[in-house]
Every structure is written in structure tokens, then in C-alpha cells.
């Protein structure tokens, strides 16, 4: 039960290839999925356990590992964001992504603390150069494998002039520092990092963040398996 055995051929050219090659057309979609996404008695509700790859829940639904397919067919958001990760390929997946330092300040860092500038610690003497900057978190992401200590100055010498501004935090894992905050509805709020924020608003990490968008992966609709083969032969019936 091969999902591509009955998709049509087309003739495609592959990068700069003069002459075109049969190739299946892998974006062939039929009607009838759409159907059965609309219909209550064809599928049923699935929470996807930790782990368990298509070809296993495959196996637990129908007794084959090789209706794997229709998992993705069914929930637009697996087929475009794609099947569940596991905690630990989340950790290294974050840790990949975000592989730098972040230190925090209360300070207005308007043209000053730029890009590509070294920044030193007085009292850690922790050094590191600025990658990036997120003012409305009063955040500076650094590359560095010291430790900035919160409450220490931190200085940068431009030219002629020192630059300087004290730490409310010091440095953090990328992917432990906050991505946003939430009010308690969970949606976004903006702050004022020179001010605070209400102890109602709720940070939310980036690796909080990339858990909570891979739980929303977790549940899927799966067609019911007294219906599985019938949907099978009306898709490969539409295919051809």
C-alpha cells in the first residue's frame, strides 16, 4: 500500500537539465481526502505518544506499518510542520538553533552596545562580541564562553569611549531566555524592559516555546480503521 504507487508521471526537469525526466507527481491531492477530513464517521481523534513514529501508530491502527501516509494527508499541520519530536531531538534542536548567550539590562541601549561590538564584564571579566540585539527585552545575544554575572557593569570601548551599562541578569543559554510574554488568556503583551512587568504576565523561554508549538503536533485525526481500506481504494480510484 504504497502511498505513491498510483500517482501519475509528468515529465520534470531537475535543477539545470536540458532534457526532462518521468517523475511521479508527488503533489497530486484528490477530493475524497477532503471529504473525509469533513466527515465525523470516517476519523476518529489520536493523541501521538512520545516516540512513536507513523509506521508504529500505522501498525497499532490498521496492522500495517504502510498506511503511514494518510496521518499526513489528514492534519494539514503535520504534513507542513511535521511529525512530533522527541524531548531529547527538541533539546538538540533548540540547542542547534540558539547556540549562543543572552545578558539583560534595564538600560535604554539605543546607539550604543551594537552589532559586532566586544563587551567586557568588571567583575566576572567574562568577554564576549554582540551578535545580536532585542531592545524591547533590553536583551544583547552574545558569542561567548565566559559568564556574565547579574549586577555586574558591563563595558565597551568604542574609539575613544567607553560605553557601560549594569546587568539585571547575567548570561543565559539562548534557548532559556524569554521569547515573549503572555497575559493570562495566553496572549502575547509587550513590555517595557526599563520598567518591568506585572507578576500576571507569564515569560515564556524559547525552548518553552518549541515544546508547547510540538505538543500542538500531538494530536491528530486518523481515519478509523473499519473505513482505512475503503478511503484507500477511493483515493487510488481518484489518483488514476
Do not use: C
Amino acid at each position: 500500500m504504497s502511498y505513491f504507487t498510483n500517482f501519475p508521471n509528468i515529465l520534470y526537469k531537475f535543477g539545470n537539465e536540458q532534457d526532462p525526466t518521468i517523475f511521479q507527481d508527488i503533489s497530486a491531492y484528490v477530493q475524497i481526502i477532503d471529504e473525509i477530513k469533513d466527515n465525523l464517521n470516517f476519523y476518529s481523534s489520536y493523541t501521538i505518544l512520545e516516540g512513536e513514529r507513523p509506521d508504529q501508530l500505522s501498525q497499532k491502527l490498521y496492522g500495517t506499518p504502510s498506511m503511514y501516509w494518510t496521518f499526513f494527508l489528514m492534519n494539514d499541520n503535520v504534513r507542513q510542520l511535521g511529525w512530533p519530536l522527541t524531548q531529547p531531538q527538541i533539546q538538540e534542536l533548540v540547542a542547534k538553533q540558539f547556540p549562543n548567550k543572552v545578558v539583560t539590562t534595564v538600560a535604554d541601549l539605543t546607539g550604543i552596545f551594537k552589532v559586532g561590538q566586544t563587551i567586557t564584564g568588571l567583575g566576572s571579566g567574562a568577554t564576549g562580541t554582540i551578535i545580536s540585539r532585542r531592545l524591547d527585552f533590553g536583551q544583547l545575544v552574545i558569542n561567548t564562553t565566559g559568564t556574565f554575572i547579574a549586577g555586574e557593569l558591563i563595558t565597551s570601548i568604542v574609539g575613544t569611549t567607553t560605553q557601560s551599562v549594569l546587568l539585571s541578569k547575567g548570561s543565559t543559554v539562548q534557548y532559556d531566555t524569554i521569547h515573549h510574554w503572555e497575559d493570562s488568556d495566553g496572549e502575547y503583551v509587550d513590555i517595557d524592559p526599563s520598567v518591568g512587568t506585572s507578576a500576571i504576565y507569564t515569560p515564556i523561554t524559547f525552548y518553552e516555546k518549541y515544546v508547547a508549538d510540538n505538543d500542538t503536533l500531538r494530536t491528530i485525526n486518523t481515519i478509523k480503521p473499519v473505513a482505512v481500506n475503503s478511503v484507500y481504494r477511493a483515493f487510488n480510484e481518484s489518483l488514476r
